[in-house]
């Protein structure tokens, strides 16, 4: 059985910085593409950002030149660093991965973990 563990959230004041950490474990045969996602309360889940395993990245323009997305295939984790944080940035965070597993290939998703920026 595939999981995906998300750790690095708490309470950081505006402009401070957080790094979101997801590990995959599990019977992994091969990783596609990762993501970060966020819910705020009352909101949809969004996309924040992507990485192929390739290691093309892409983000919502809200977070761009502030969040970077990286993995570590090694460790089949994925990192989300978020620096110059700001309240609008306050939700539930989720990572997600396409994963190959006994041969059959799906998108599983992280229980979430929670990020709030107080001003």
């Known amino acids: 059985q595939v999981q995906l563990v998300e750790s690095g959230g708490g309470l950081v004041q505006a402009g401070e910085s957080l790094r979101l950490s997801c590990a995959a474990s599990?019977?992994?045969?091969?990783?596609?593409?990762m993501g970060w996602y966020r819910q705020a309360p009352g909101n949809q889940r969004d996309l924040v950002a992507t990485i192929t395993s390739g290691g093309t990245t892409d983000y919502v323009e809200s977070v761009k030149g502030r969040f970077t997305i990286s993995r570590d295939d090694a460790r089949n984790t994925v990192y989300l660093q978020m620096n110059s944080l700001k309240p609008e940035d306050t939700a539930v965070y989720y990572c997600?991965?396409?994963?190959?597993?006994?041969?059959?290939?799906?998108?599983?998703w992280g229980q979430g973990t929670q990020v709030t920026v107080s001003s």
């Open positions: 599990g019977r992994i045969f091969s990783i596609g593409a």
């Open positions: 997600n991965a396409n994963i190959n597993s006994w041969g059959t290939r799906r998108t599983y």
